[in-house]
């Protein structure tokens, strides 16, 4: 909302000197102008919603500037108009005082001020209002798909002049075609049979099941849906929305699944390299992961304080900090604890399982149990609709990128530097190698800080999707050993069709049966299958 | 915790360990003991952890104005670790090796459940602070928080009404135990008598500490754009769930004003890590708000944030939730009872209850009747607003009667 | 560093194998059936507050589940970090016992079935009003799990730590399920409200003695039990097993029905521990499942030294101890002391604290031969 807001103050510069034709009739709307302020600051829902199509009926007919309509509903909607006893009004946000009338700078008013509180009804006209008018006055804006989409979810209830003038503005034929579908929505039921039929082929354009459910709604009234014309247009478009949502729900199965599988991925990644090479089971993993979170974290504080101009970066600066801090930890780890254990694998389970209660607890007191605030960055927050119900949400096409990215880095670390050939060589046969000269001692600590570091990085991609706080690493760890196990110790390979197939099993189950089901069935075929094939899918080729 | 406070907390251990009696025994004889049953580890840390903090500081409250008739009131606090029977086995120990007066304590209701026994088997007195699912009556328990017909149910029919965009169809998503499933029992019953078909509505249950709700919310879009009517969702989740689930919503587009979510649990402290421009008008129901107008409120801030700055906790200062309240006020009533009942004994307690009123920060005076252990409060509709917090949206006109079991369930 | 280890172990394992540990086992086992005697008079003659004497039947059951782990991790070498299974086992099914009595007793029925909006009891508490048939359940229902999964996961030879992840990964599921409500095991909350037991009110003082006494005459029982069979020619299977499993079978050893043997004798043990614990604590729920709470039977058996039986014993039962006592008196240290403990017990006297004389005494040794030489 803050966004918007700033977004329309600066197009409105544009507008106002490029669009003479807004300008021009502001002079002459003072009046409705105090009238619409004077109803926004009602506490009544009828007077308000009422103010709100008023406006843009009035921007409709240009007789209401429309980049202070959209300043005036964003005020309105952020609670940043505030109303006082005897007709006080002022829009106050960050320390700046404006008149709500000519949005001129005023001084800071003694009166007791409030913003009339917004209940959902009246938020959603002010939703609907702030998405016409910012097509209205930004139409090019990066915002303005954004405010077609919001726009959609309210077409029952948007001004269907403002509506036209929206179209009428859109430089893009897209965007103007989702508006025109919006508008397609309202005419289901026209009195004119022509603009029936080309609305309920117009809505098979955007084949959402919200369409769907409306044309089916149509189908079933038999006084707008008698007319054979009518009714073959029905059934062609929702046979064609079917078809795309069908598409539209694959998709998003396999989206989830790929996501799904990404976070498992990073989670058991790490673990795969410990594992794999010193059949270590290192169940403080994923604290591991938690460490990496809160390294982002401090890393998001450390920017907020020194350079908030560059926050929105701050998980692409914290990538190499979050590396280099947790294969620290893993380092000492490996240096103080678990050097001593190599000949007694099961200890070393006890080891890390106490070093990971001991790392919960340090971090517990020394940044207490609540939640971690993140920000979010732009390039992360909310989705893009691809088709019909279908949406790609940034966080989680981060993370998919970042584990693709890892992998890349990791298989060129393995398969292509020194250290990768060394690490190989230990893994196939400690012994060998050593007599061929590779310090097995140093692999071992480079690779036990390699493992912890990509479990850091982990953490990193994770703090956008899940909550960040001392216990969060516990729920990744029965699912990371059975992926690492499944995948066949040490193949990254191995892990990466493990968590692919893993994930996908799993959101195919889950609509059906629920998640428990579908986590209890995919465990249980996981210890079946390690039944039959006790090396996983990949066994190593090493002697062990 | 600081470090200073770090060295001193092992400086006591290294006390407690020398020392032959399982408690440290250095205590003024004159004293009398509370005990405090929250986890401040474990998945329930997150929230329930400063609740101890709160009995403390309401403990020193009294302590300041000369303790309760005339005795010093020692505050112990123990770490159940989000471990039900432990909360159990704790309780024990309170009251009968330590001989607590009254316990604080519990969050979940499976806590609760897991005291009772303890707590009825030695006439101990147990100050819950939660809103719960009702239908229990222990003459063992104060019940300090709302049973849901006089929480949820005002909220159901706000969202059902006009102005709440007159929902028709409702996702239940709750963690899978007994509150949600009770809540959801109690809604299911409210909108058949209401008229609404079995079709009108959906239940799903995650376990706890779910945290993938990608394809679940996916669910929800579809429910929601099937025909029937305005869909809302009623959120029972609980602990960790409630964010991730919010982000999630947020991710996918989902505004108040296309699903409303009434999060009934959702509490100021779970909004901590989000941000909340995206889900302003999500709504909750408890017992009291942060953004509470009143000067009991104001004053409650002011020794919070003070309490927060002065012991170095890892708390917000300026994010105050209903349990913090609750349990507050619980300290508060049962002082006030002793001082009626002039004695600490359970029994002399409990029967001083009838008629103990008490100015809670929530702006009500709250009270007892002699006819239950619920205490009366009033309730208030939160909206979710930007700054992480609840506009009140709703509040009720005086404090309702509690009605522990519900005619709908 | 890596020297002193091996001065350390040498000086173990010079001394005494499981034989003289067999014997240990033993001695210590009548020593509890006096103890047993002891707190039966003392309960019921109000000489012992209940709650201590509540608290030590509660750590004898923790002392058994730990004999049972080390029968197979400290003798068989095979590491469960899911034996929490079976504890868990013998736990619900005596609950369901207990929660029937009480329904059909007081006709309230469970809290489960009334959110569940359900009339009547799932067929599985069928006929478990009967106390032998319970207990003939917890028997049947532990082994045969045990054995089922022991036969599938042995005769695949999966070992090492694949085994034990494959058992905690059991457990989870295991504790997936048991959390449903639907599954007609109380979900989350459990189990609880118990009345009677055998006709006794639970809560009386005699019942609570009765029951403790009972769980130390268990832990003795099983104690001798285990002792007699490391004593065996199955204990000296086992540890070959432990030492060298391929050449055993080499040999013409099959290995297969030796472990499946341990491991129910080990999950049936672990089973009746979880039946004597349930009455006790008052409560059952999932949370006995969790992963965590395997692995820290397993932390009991290392701390107190693994092979031992005693020691595992031991183990168990300072640490349950530390932690009733610590997570009242000092909650905020307590998990940084037991995290601690377990690193400083793994790493410098890795076969427990039970050595630790002996360890003191190899060290003291080989720095006198060094300052020699």
Redesign the interface.
């Known amino acids: 909302m803050k966004r918007w807001v700033l977004a329309m103050l600066r197009l409105s510069v544009f507008m106002a000197a490029g669009a003479g034709w807004l300008a021009a009739p502001a002079r002459a709307d003072g009046d409705a102008r105090a009238s619409i302020v004077d109803r926004l600051c009602t506490r009544e829902t009828e007077a308000r919603i009422a103010a709100v199509d008023e406006l843009l009926a009035g921007v409709a007919r240009k007789e209401i500037a429309a980049d202070w309509g959209a300043a005036i509903i964003g005020a309105a909607g952020d609670a940043s108009l505030k109303c006082g006893e005897g007709g006080v009004r002022v829009i106050a946000k960050s320390g700046r005082f404006r008149d709500p009338l000519t949005l001129a700078d005023v001084s800071e008013s003694s009166a007791k001020l409030a913003a009339p509180f917004v209940n959902l009804r009246v938020r959603a006209a002010y939703e609907m209002a702030g998405g016409l008018l910012l097509l209205i006055t930004a139409p090019a804006s990066p915002l303005a798909a954004k405010a077609a989409d919001d726009l959609q979810k309210h077409a029952g209830i948007a001004n269907l002049d403002a509506l036209q003038m929206a179209v009428e503005a859109q430089p893009s034929p897209d965007l103007a075609g989702r508006l025109q579908a919006i508008a397609a929505f309202r005419a289901l039921r026209h009195p004119d049979l022509e603009r029936r039929i080309a609305a309920i082929g117009k809505l098979a354009d955007d084949p959402t099941e919200r369409n769907r459910t409306a044309l089916l709604d149509l189908q079933g009234d038999k006084t707008a849906a008698g007319d054979p014309k009518v009714a073959a247009a029905l059934a062609a478009s929702i046979a064609s929305i079917d078809r795309w949502l069908q598409f539209s729900r694959l998709m998003a199965t396999v989206y989830s699944g790929l996501s799904y599988a990404s976070i498992l991925f990073m989670a058991a990644l790490g673990l795969a390299v410990i594992f794999g090479l010193m059949g270590v089971i290192n169940l403080a993993q994923g604290e591991l992961i938690m460490v990496g979170a809160y390294t982002t974290y401090l890393v998001q504080e450390a920017i907020r304080a020194a350079a908030p101009g560059i926050l929105d970066l701050y998980l692409l600066i914290a990538i190499p900090i979050a590396f280099c801090v947790t294969a620290l930890v893993g380092v000492l780890m490996e240096i103080t604890v678990i050097r001593h254990l190599y000949r007694r694998p099961l200890m070393t389970l006890l080891a890390t399982w106490a070093i990971s209660l001991l790392l919960i607890n340090l971090v517990r007191v020394f940044f207490g149990t609540q939640n971690l605030e993140f920000v979010t960055p732009a390039f992360l927050s909310g989705g893009e609709r691809i088709v019909g119900d279908f949406i790609v949400t940034y966080n989680r096409l981060f993370a998919i990128v970042f584990a693709l990215g890892i992998l890349i880095a990791a298989l060129i670390i393995l398969r292509r530097t020194k250290l990768g050939l060394f690490i190989r060589a230990v893994t196939e046969n400690r012994d060998m190698a050593g007599c061929v000269g590779v310090s097995a001692r140093r692999v071992d600590v480079l690779s036990f800080g390699i493992g912890s570091g990509l479990a850091g990085l982990a953490g990193l991609a994770l703090s956008p999707i899940y909550t960040v706080n001392p216990n969060m690493g516990t729920n990744f760890i029965v699912d990371a050993f059975m992926i690492v196990v499944l995948g066949g110790v040490g193949s990254l390979i191995g892990t990466l069709i493990a968590s692919v197939n893993i994930g996908m099993i799993n959101v195919i189950i889950e609509p059906a049966y629920g998640a428990v089901a579908a986590k209890v069935i995919v465990l249980l075929l996981i210890i079946i299958f390690i039944q039959f094939r006790p090396e996983g899918l990949f066994a190593p080729k090493g002697r062990r | 915790?600081n470090r200073r406070k770090?060295l001193k907390?092992?400086a006591?251990?290294g006390g407690?360990l020398a020392m032959p009696s399982?408690?440290?025994s250095a205590q003024a004889a004159d004293s009398v003991k509370l005990g405090c049953l929250f986890s401040?580890?474990?998945?329930m840390?997150?929230i329930e952890?400063r609740l101890s903090a709160v009995v403390k500081m309401a403990a020193d409250e009294l302590n300041a104005k000369g303790g309760v008739l005339g005795k010093k009131v020692d505050v112990?606090?123990?770490?159940?670790?989000s471990?039900?029977?432990?909360y159990?086995?704790?309780g024990?120990?309170?009251l009968?090796?330590e001989k607590a007066a009254a316990l604080f304590g519990c969050w979940t209701?499976?806590s609760r459940?897991?005291v009772?026994?303890?707590v009825e088997?030695s006439n101990g007195l147990l100050f819950y602070p939660l809103h719960f699912?009702g239908?229990e009556n222990s003459k063992n328990v104060v019940y300090m928080n709302s049973p849901p017909a006089s929480s949820v149910l005002p909220a159901l029919e706000y969202l059902m009404s006009?102005?709440?965009?007159e929902a028709k169809r409702f996702y239940m998503l709750g963690?899978?135990?007994?509150w949600p499933?009770?809540i959801n029992?109690i809604c299911k019953g409210f909108w058949k008598s209401k008229g609404f078909a079995e079709t009108a509505w959906k239940e799903?249950?995650?376990?706890?500490?779910?945290?993938?709700f990608?394809?679940?919310v996916?669910?929800i879009?579809?429910f929601a754009?099937?025909?029937g009517g305005q869909p809302i969702i009623v959120l029972t989740v609980v602990g960790?769930s409630i964010?991730?689930f919010f982000?999630?919503i947020?991710?996918?587009?989902i505004?108040?004003?296309?699903i409303?979510v009434l999060g009934l649990d959702v509490l100021e402290?779970?909004l901590?890590?989000?941000?909340t421009?995206?889900m302003?008008?999500h709504l909750n129901c408890w017992a009291y708000l942060q953004n509470v107008e009143a000067p009991a409120n104001a004053a409650f801030k002011t020794n919070w944030a003070n309490y927060v700055t002065k012991n170095s906790?890892?708390?917000?200062k300026d994010t105050i939730i209903d349990p913090m309240v609750s349990a507050y006020d619980g300290v508060h009533m049962w002082a006030l009872a002793c001082e009626k009942a002039k004695s600490t004994e359970v029994d002399a307690v409990r029967a001083a209850f009838d008629g103990v009123s008490f100015d809670c920060p929530s702006g009500y005076k709250i009270s007892m009747s002699g006819e239950n252990n619920y205490v009366k409060r009033g309730v208030f509709i939160g909206?979710v607003?930007?700054q992480q917090a609840f506009?009140?949206?709703w509040k009720s006109e005086d404090t309702p009667k509690p009605v522990p079991f519900s005619p709908y369930? | 560093m890596t020297a002193i280890l091996e001065s350390i172990s040498r000086e173990i394992q010079g001394k005494g194998g499981p034989a003289r540990r067999g014997l240990a086992a033993e001695r210590l086992a009548g020593m509890l059936v006096v103890a047993a005697l002891a707190i039966l008079v003392a309960g019921t003659q109000g000489l012992m507050s209940p709650y201590v004497v509540n608290l030590i039947g509660q750590v004898a059951t923790f002392g058994m589940l730990a004999i049972a782990l080390d029968l197979i991790w400290g003798y068989a070498g095979i590491l469960s970090l899911g034996h929490g299974l079976y504890f868990a086992i013998g736990g619900y099914l005596i609950a369901m016992h207990l929660v029937k009595v009480a329904y059909l007793q007081t006709g309230t029925p469970p809290d489960f079935m009334l959110f569940m909006g359900w009339d009547s009891l799932p067929f599985y508490y069928a006929g478990l009003e009967n106390f032998p048939y319970a207990l003939a359940l917890i028997v049947l229902i532990s082994g045969g799990v045990a054995f089922l999964f022991g036969l599938i996961s042995f005769r695949s030879r999966v070992s090492g730590v694949y085994f034990s992840i494959i058992t905690q990964a059991l457990v989870f599921v295991a504790m997936l399920l048991f959390f449903r409500n639907d599954t007609g095991f109380g979900g989350n909350n459990g189990m609880t409200g118990f009345t009677t037991l055998l006709g006794w009110p639970i809560a009386a003082p005699e019942t609570i003695a009765a029951l403790s006494a009972a769980s130390v005459l268990a832990a003795a029982a099983s104690l001798y039990v285990c002792a007699r069979i490391v004593r065996s020619r199955l204990g000296h299977m086992l540890v070959a097993i432990r030492e060298d499993e391929s050449r055993l079978r080499f040999l013409g050893f099959e290995t297969l029905w030796i472990k499946i043997a341990a491991w129910v004798i080990s999950a049936v043990i672990a089973a009746i521990a979880g039946m004597l614990y349930v009455p006790q604590v008052g409560i059952i729920n999932p949370r006995v499942l969790s992963p965590e709470l395997s692995i820290e039977i397993a932390v009991w058996v290392a701390i107190g030294g693994r092979g031992t039986l005693v020691g595992a014993f031991a183990g168990a039962i300072l640490i349950s101890t530390l932690k009733v006592v610590l997570t009242a008196s000092a909650p905020e240290l307590w998990p940084f002391i037991l995290s601690l403990l377990v690193i400083f017990v793994v790493v410098l006297l890795p076969n427990g604290l039970l050595d630790a004389p002996a360890a003191l005494r190899g060290w003291l040794e080989w720095r006198r031969q060094r300052a020699a030489s």
């Open positions: 915790m770090f907390a092992t006591a251990l407690a399982l408690i440290k401040s580890s474990g998945t840390a997150n952890g112990l606090v123990t770490d159940p670790a471990d039900w029977p432990l159990a086995q704790l024990r120990q309170l009968q090796q209701s499976v459940k897991s009772l026994p303890v088997q699912e239908e006009k102005d709440g965009g963690s899978d135990y007994v499933r009770t029992k799903e249950y995650v376990p706890f500490g779910f945290s993938n990608q394809t679940i996916n669910n879009r579809k754009a099937e025909p960790s964010p991730d982000k999630e947020i991710n996918q587009g505004k108040a004003t296309d409303p402290a779970d901590e890590g989000l941000d421009a995206p302003v008008g906790l890892p708390y917000k909206s607003n930007d506009d009140i949206l369930a």
